[in-house]
């Protein structure tokens, strides 16, 4: 936890928000700082943030909000938005530069797309091999290394390390190719060694064992050091992307994304980046944020997590409750107060303040009431820096 609060260095204002449960919203959020949404399921935390926010402010930056290519007809339904997001930005957009989304969707349709190359270390360690003295001999150089080029892949499986087999009857079915035996290369290519391992055995090294493996070679290290960091250190290399959980697929991009110089004036804006996390592996993806803060960003994300929220320099509560208190924007006092109040208890945050007044209503009471008719509560509700 940081020893002091950081105050806000402009603020994104928002107006006239409606989506889904939000009915003409206004809101600010602090720039410059670490902020956490939260409030309880279905209270419009993402339609908010993930989705108000993002295509908003996607939209003022020039380009439109990233839309991926959804996989399916199913998909495309899911994604498609009931009503597009009505609103207006009415300050702090000229203090952003970027907008990153660190979300959960998948990276990559494709298993070429895999850890080393994503995050962009695998060009370093083909460089290495490249240049041994053997590589050199030969004349390889780093595209040889690459299971994207042919001269250096299994011409067989052209470097996919695996080939469809038609079945008869049977749907068809991916087995390892019979040639390179899943490795991905061809055999001249295997026989060049670094430190005792081919360009296969590399990919199939853990983010871990890479890092005892390449301690030297700082470019590479430099991934692995983030990728460690958020607790990624047991995927092998050459994981394909498609087969990342959510999670790790979120992870992956911010750990992509914290390695790059980092220039601050970007938002960042994350949506339950802990879900699933080990509580060590929260501690670790609260530095990272706090990184990217101090180096002159700005970091949202919804979260239920009471230790990032409680880590925070500001929490915005969104939260089916009377209209008065039905958002509130805590500042930097609150927080203090936030971290009086015991971070394993429940909903700490949304309950805290309402609850002493109206000590009789249980959270799961209030749940129970309040969700047929949370789209009358939000009429009108005004969020403000206090
Ligand atoms: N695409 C949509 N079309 C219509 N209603 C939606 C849509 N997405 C969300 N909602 C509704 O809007 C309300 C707020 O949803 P939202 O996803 O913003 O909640 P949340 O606070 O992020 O919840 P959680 O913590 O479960 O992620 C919910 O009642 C939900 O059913
Ligand atoms: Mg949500
Ligand atoms: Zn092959």
Known sequence: MPSRLRAPAGWLRLEG??????????????????????????????????????????????AAAPVEEPEDAEALLEDRPAAPSEGRIVGGIEDIRRLIEVDQKPIGRTPRSNLATYTGLFDHVRALFAATPEARTRHYDAGRFSFNVAKGRCPRCEGEGFVMVELLFLPSVYAPCPVCHGTRYNPKTLEIIYRGKSIADVLALT????????????????????LREVGLDYLRLGQPATEFSGGEAQRVKLATELQRAQRGGALYVLDEPTTGLHPTDVERLLNQLQTLVDTGNSVILVDHDMKLAAASDWVIDIGPVPVKMAAVLSSQARRQELRRSRPAAPQPIYGARWERSRSQARPERRLGTLRGKQSARYRGVTVRPA
Not at 33 to 59: R, Y
Request: proline share 3%; with cysteine; aromatic share 6%.
């Open 17 to 62: 928000v409606t989506r889904n449960n939000l009915k003409a919203l206004d809101c600010a959020f602090p720039l410059g700082v670490l902020t956490t949404v939260t409030g309880i399921s279905g209270s419009g935390k993402s339609s908010l943030v993930s989705q108000a926010l993002v295509e908003l402010v996607g939209e003022a930056l020039g």
């Open 207 to 226: 983010v871990e064992g890479a890092w005892d493996f390449f301690a030297d070679a700082p470019n590479v290290c430099r991934s692995l050091k983030v």
